[in-house]
T-cell receptor, first 113, second 116 residues
Framework: AQSVSQHNHHVILSEAASLELGCNYSYGGTVNLFWYVQYPGQHLQLLLKYFSGDPLVKGIKGFEAEFIKSKFSFNLRKPSVQWSDTAEYFCAVNAGSGYALNFGKGTSLLVTP | DGGITQSPKYLFRKEGQNVTLSCEQNLNHDAMYWYRQDPGQGLRLIYYSQIVNDFQKGDIAEGYSVSREKKESFPLTVTSAQKNPTAFYLC???????????????FGEGSRLTVL
């Protein structure tokens, strides 16, 4: 079955530490890839997306993600996290026309001062 | 402002009652979606619709029903057949690019249903 896996369910980092959140998917064909963020008490918003082209995509608030097709991965990175990055992060995959977005279970990030 | 409007924000119902959650969008998007969010489960797809008068079941459609009579509206009914209806429900919409798939999803603020 098609699936999206996020490896880390809970991550705790100190401010200024580097962040990498893993995301793998099991779809075999062309995919569209997304990372969403949900800040406490707020609705989901898009961090970044990949449709085609440069596999290194940059998003808002200093986040970036790299699509590695051979590894079926789309990991999210940020060189230096801030307390305000405390949130839940979701990876999502779309397998093409006719399909909806399939989400991972999310990673809860806590950044401590 | 353009966006997705979900109502009500909070809803309490007794066990055995059907309840309908409203979702309206003014983004002129073709596709609309309902997800359920539970702690530790991420977002699970209930139903989606890519065109008026047509919709498809998602991964957890049992106990739910939808309609898509208008492009801007996609109400979700949680029926008494849903075994564990207490949850946070999210509606979303997107464009659909033929041959390329679903664009970015825009989400509403959610409806929290509690069944007593």
């Amino acid at each position: 079955a098609q699936s999206v896996s996020q490896h880390n369910h809970h991550v705790i980092l100190s401010e200024a530490a580097s962040l990498e959140l893993g995301c793998n998917y099991s779809y075999g064909g062309t995919v569209n890839l997304f990372w969403y963020v949900q800040y406490p008490g707020q609705h989901l918003q898009l961090l970044l997306k990949y449709f085609s082209g440069d596999p290194l995509v940059k998003g808002i608030k200093g986040f970036e993600a790299e699509f590695i097709k051979s590894k079926f991965s789309f990991n999210l990175r940020k060189p230096s996290v801030q307390w305000s990055d405390t949130a839940e992060y979701f990876c999502a995959v779309n397998a093409g026309s006719g399909y909806a977005l399939n989400f991972g279970k999310g990673t809860s990030l806590l950044v401590t001062p | 402002d353009g966006g997705i409007t979900q109502s009500p924000k909070y809803l309490f119902r007794k066990e055995g009652q059907n309840v309908t959650l409203s979702c309206e969008q003014n983004l002129n998007h073709d596709a609309m979606y309902w997800y359920r969010q539970d702690p530790g489960q991420g977002l699970r797809l209930i139903y989606y619709s890519q065109i008026v008068n047509d919709f498809q079941k998602g991964d957890i459609a049992e106990g739910y029903s939808v309609s898509r009579e208008k492009k801007e509206s996609f109400p979700l009914t949680v029926t008494s057949a849903q075994k564990n209806p207490t949850a946070f429900y999210l509606c979303a919409s997107s464009i659909v690019v033929t041959g390329k798939g679903t664009g970015e999803l825009f989400f509403g603020e959610g409806s929290r249903l509690t069944v007593l």
